[in-house]
């Protein structure tokens, strides 16, 4: 059985205003030994495994977006709410039309709005008996609105930078796992209430998001630029992977390879009219979907880490299980992103009893490296995914792509190496291969099988 985030007891519980304690890259590597760190993976595990197939009386049942097969309870539906009147605020501030190179100066508006209406939002959303304060007879009570009103306006990306990305996404996710421990969701079969929040909520919530960037152009948040998996999100890429995955029944072992049958190949990503289907359904081409709506040119040119990942020979399985390491070395691991998170009492930065704490090292100071959580490290052995390329510091290989899709030059029988010349194409047309008269180079963070 799947271990699940647990839930507190907050009629004594002691709330606390979150705070920053990530000040610079030690600060990161302590952070692996903590309980946020333990919750954080715990809920984000979770939340992945019921999005996995299941076998049900020899059925298999899958979680589409917008299926009917997908339960919302009453709370799931009342953060959708909460979020349609996040998205409606958009009406009260629309963008500025002067010529601007960076993010539209209203995305400060729309946010003030909705800092000053917070409360009132979560209130209507969550009711008073779970914002309200604590019933411990301490002197000075923090009501559980501080903490989460600290994760939730951190969800929608900064005013002052006018910027979005994973540490954003990772705030919202937060902000989910407060509601969690906090008994807001009901406790049903597994994976129920988990695979409504995905689809009822974290979706909702990242099309809200795109439509935030691109009403308001907004920058993405410590990009790496065009070697980043995403500019902007990171985790429609676990949930999606996991939606195509090999079908599972509630006591087996989360699958680390193999694909669900008829399901879009990886390297289906290149392919317009697979996008715009798939995208409904799924939140990986959803994700990718909004990449093609949003950056022009090839997909391998502007987007070579997702492309490199499509060449994957070992399906979706494979795909989800680098997605989570990747996540790890991404966004969990970088200074940049995690410097902003803040830590209270439902993400403590209390040591967490069962972490083991690794040796500092060189690279613990250098906040542009990226540093290996305790958790996915095998003893005596550096996972191998976060190996810094040759010329990007802070990029991370994906060595769980084959060769293949990591040099996408066409194979010419009898031709040198040297001298083979990439086929013309441009989507919607289905080759894999990137146009151009020049062999492209090859993305810094992968190396030769």
């Known amino acids: ?13 002691i709330f606390a205003v979150p705070t920053k304690k990530i000040h610079d890259g030690g600060d990161v590597q302590t952070f692996f030994s903590t309980k946020a760190y333990r919750d954080i993976m715990s809920f984000l595990l979770q939340l992945n495994r019921a999005m996995f197939p299941r076998n049900i009386d020899n059925t298999v049942q899958t979680w589409q977006l917008n299926s009917h097969e997908v339960e919302f309870s009453e709370p799931v539906r009342r953060i959708q709410l909460l979020l349609s009147r996040l998205e409606s605020i958009i ?3 629309p963008p500025d039309t002067g010529p601007r190179r960076f993010g539209n100066i209203s995305f400060r508006k729309w946010y003030q709005l909705v800092e000053q209406r917070a409360s009132d939002l979560l209130d209507e959303a969550l ?5 309200g304060t604590s019933q411990d007879s301490s002197s000075e009570q923090v009501p559980a609105r501080k903490e ?3 994760y939730f306006l951190g969800s929608f990306g900064s005013a002052q930078r006018l910027d979005y990305g994973t540490g954003h996404e990772l705030s919202f996710l937060a902000f989910l796992a407060c509601l969690w421990k906090l008994s807001v969701f009901p406790e049903a079969g597994p994976g129920v209430e988990e695979r409504g929040l995905v689809v009822g909520v974290i979706e909702p919530y990242l099309e809200l998001v795109r439509n935030l960037i691109k009403t308001y152009n907004l920058e993405p948040a410590g990009s790496h630029g065009v070697w980043g998996l995403d500019d902007h999100s990171f985790i429609p890429y676990i949930f999606g992977s996991a939606q195509y995955s090999p079908a599972i029944a509630e006591t087996d072992e ?3 390879e193999g694909s669900l049958p008829d399901t879009p190949d990886p390297p289906s990503v290149v392919k317009d009219n697979v996008v715009q289907r798939e995208r409904k359904v799924n939140m990986y081409f959803s994700a990718i979907g909004f990449i ?3 950056k022009k040119g090839p997909f391998w040119e502007h987007s070579p880490m997702l492309f490199d990942i499509s060449g994957v020979k070992d399906g979706w399985g494979k795909i989800n299980k680098g997605m989570i390491k990747m996540y790890n070395a991404e966004v969990l691991s970088k200074f940049p992103v995690v410097q902003h998170f803040p830590f209270g009492s439902l993400f403590s930065w209390d040591r967490d009893p069962s972490a083991t704490f690794p040796p500092p090292t060189t690279h613990s100071q250098q906040v542009n490296r990226a540093i290996v959580p305790p958790a996915t490290q095998s003893a005596g052995t550096r996972a191998p995914w976060s190996q810094p390329g040759t010329s990007i510091p802070g990029a991370t290989a994906a060595p769980w792509a084959t060769s293949t899709a990591r040099n996408p030059q066409p194979s010419v029988t009898g ?6 010349m990439p086929v013309r194409t441009t989507l919607p047309d289905t080759s894999r291969n990137p146009p151009g008269p020049m062999t492209p180079t ?5 190396k030769p099988s």
């Open 254 to 256: 989360t699958p680390t």
């Open 292 to 294: 093609y709506d949003v």
């Open 1 to 13: 059985m799947a271990s699940v985030l647990e839930r507190i007891d907050k009629t004594h519980h």
């Open 91 to 93: 009406e009260e501030a």
């Open 127 to 131: 009711g008073f008996d779970i914002l």
């Open 148 to 150: 989460l009103e600290a």
């Open 415 to 420: 031709a040198p190496t040297a001298t083979r």
């Open 442 to 446: 090859r993305a810094p963070w992968t």
